[in-house]
């Protein structure tokens, strides 16, 4: 497999694996994970071909590591990023004092007046690194990076999460913990 080869399996089984596993009639347990044998054979009706030990380097050298494999890699699943219910047991935990939130102009506004909202997906993506959510809101136009005082947050009783391959998470953002001078 080459990158441009690699990239494209990754880009289907993060479609199938966060957000639609219906188009290949994928079953997702209630904490996301999907089994190998049926995905590598499902994959196929959508024009997806890849073996067990090619999705193993998908998965191993994923830029981001988006997914992850069970114990036995039986099973597989997104660590995080889904828009379909699944529970993926996070703990609650102890962010750093600051998070970044990278998003772009158009949703400012609403921002402003409703602090972050999860939107389509089951939590609010923060990161560690400015640059990772300067990448982040790169994706959508010139990039505005957000910076969120999570420690105080969760001082006060909101949820932080960790997920495996390190994305922070949370479920709302109220605009009094939200820093705009970076804007
Ligand atoms: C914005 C990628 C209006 C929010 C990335 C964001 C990330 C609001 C968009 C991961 C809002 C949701 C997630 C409000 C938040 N009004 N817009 N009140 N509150 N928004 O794609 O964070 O490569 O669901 O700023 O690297 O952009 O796929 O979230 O712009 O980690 O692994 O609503 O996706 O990871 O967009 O990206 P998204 P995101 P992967």
Request: overall charge neutral.
């Amino acid at each position: 497999m080459n990158d441009k080869e690699k990239k494209h399996i990754s880009k289907f089984l993060s479609l199938v694996l966060r957000h639609q596993p219906e188009i290949i009639n994928l079953i997702l347990d209630e904490n996301g994970w999907a089994l190998v044998d049926e995905l590598i054979e499902k994959s196929k009706s959508e024009k997806v071909y890849f073996d067990k030990l090619q999705l193993d380097e998908i998965v191993f050298t994923n830029d981001k590591q988006r997914f992850a494999f069970n114990d036995d890699k039986s099973k597989i699943r997104a660590s995080q990023g889904h828009s379909v219910q699944v529970d993926l047991l996070y703990k609650n935990t102890e962010p750093p004092s600051i998070l970044f939130h990278g998003t772009t102009h158009e949703f400012m506004e609403s921002i402003k007046q409703n602090g972050l909202l999860k939107m389509a997906r089951q939590h609010i993506h923060l990161s560690v690194e400015k640059d990772t959510a300067t990448k982040v809101g790169s994706r959508k136009g010139k990039p505005i990076i957000l910076s969120v005082n999570a420690l105080e947050m969760y001082n006060k009783g909101y949820e932080f999460y960790l997920s495996e391959n390190k994305v922070w998470l949370t479920n709302f953002v109220p605009v009094e913990f939200i820093n705009f001078n970076n804007e």
